[in-house]
């Protein structure tokens, strides 16, 4: 792993965006920190309210996140899921964060040298670079458990085989396969743990899970949507109902990718 000495020249970036916490989320910038957990949260009304005490050690700066770009639209953030849940798990945290765009068809040289592997998401944790979005979110939790986001390890295999069957279904060109089946089942299978479970994975709170298959349904309603004319069927309402909830969140509203990038990500695969 490459550590931050390596640094991106401002020119070689394809685009920074500073994220901005809500005013009365943001940390002081005098190496005061956000402390402890939920004994420290209180709600008033909707709003949260945060007590501070001084630190030094474990001040939240600015993490720096590289991610995909839009194809569609100059520094825009792109479509990559896996991206989506490390920016998730920072807004949930409420850690502050600036975007790094790659565009992922022309690597900056930059980019290369801090990940060889050439993948995205990249975070800057603790003057080190970090590849993988099961990595960076498992340091995110260790580092900053509140508010914790960790899925008990017996529910963290719900809804794991619904992305590579969606893939499957997607990239079909025979409607008698059986892939739109074994979605079908997958998303069943869903839709009655949920029933049991719900409304999230790990029931009343959003856990790790849910910032983890959130991106992949958003990714799965758009482009089996647009390339198969297929939506979820009514007889799951569990699942859309999920869908609904986390797609409406504000931290999924603002980490989101765009429809167009979304169909155009895809495209390859379906044409492939
Ligand atoms: N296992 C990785 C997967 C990351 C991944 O596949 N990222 C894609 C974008 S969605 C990527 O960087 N692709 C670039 C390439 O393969 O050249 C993770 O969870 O972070």
Redesign the pocket.
């Known amino acids: 792993m490459s550590t931050a000495r390596i640094h991106p020249t401002a020119s070689a970036l394809s685009s920074t965006i500073k994220h901005h916490l809500a005013p009365n989320l943001r940390p002081p910038t005098n190496g005061v920190v956000f402390a402890g957990g939920p004994s420290h949260l209180r709600r008033f009304g909707t709003r949260r309210a945060l007590t501070v005490a001084v630190s030094s050690s474990s001040a939240p700066k600015r993490f720096e996140a590289i991610v995909?770009a839009s194809v569609t639209v100059p520094d825009k953030l792109?479509?990559?899921?896996?991206?989506q849940?490390?920016l998730l798990t920072l807004e949930e945290k409420h850690l502050p964060y600036d975007l790094k765009l790659v565009d992922?068809a022309n690597?900056p040289e930059w980019f290369l040298k801090i990940n060889p592997?050439?993948?995205?998401?990249v975070v800057k944790f603790d003057e080190e670079w970090i590849?993988?979005?099961?990595?960076?979110t498992q340091s995110l939790e260790e580092k900053y458990p509140d508010p914790p986001l960790r899925t008990p390890p017996e529910k963290a295999s719900a809804g794991l085989k619904i992305f590579s069957t969606f893939i499957g279904f997607l990239k079909s060109k025979d409607p008698s396969d059986g892939t739109e089946q074994v979605l079908l089942n997958e998303l069943s299978s869903f839709n009655d743990y949920l029933k049991e479970n719900g409304p999230f994975v790990n029931g009343k709170e959003v856990s790790a899970v849910d910032l983890s298959l959130g991106p992949k349904l958003y990714h799965l309603e758009i482009a089996v949507g647009h390339y198969k004319n297929w939506t979820v069927p009514d007889s799951l309402p569990y699942v859309k109902s999920y869908m609904k909830t986390i797609f409406s969140r504000e931290s999924f509203v603002k980490t989101r990718a765009l429809t167009e990038d979304v169909i155009a990500?895809w495209r390859p695969k379906v044409l492939g």
């Open positions: 995909k792109g479509d990559c899921p896996f991206c849940r490390v992922l690597k592997g050439g993948k995205v998401p590849a993988d979005s099961d990595v960076i990500g």
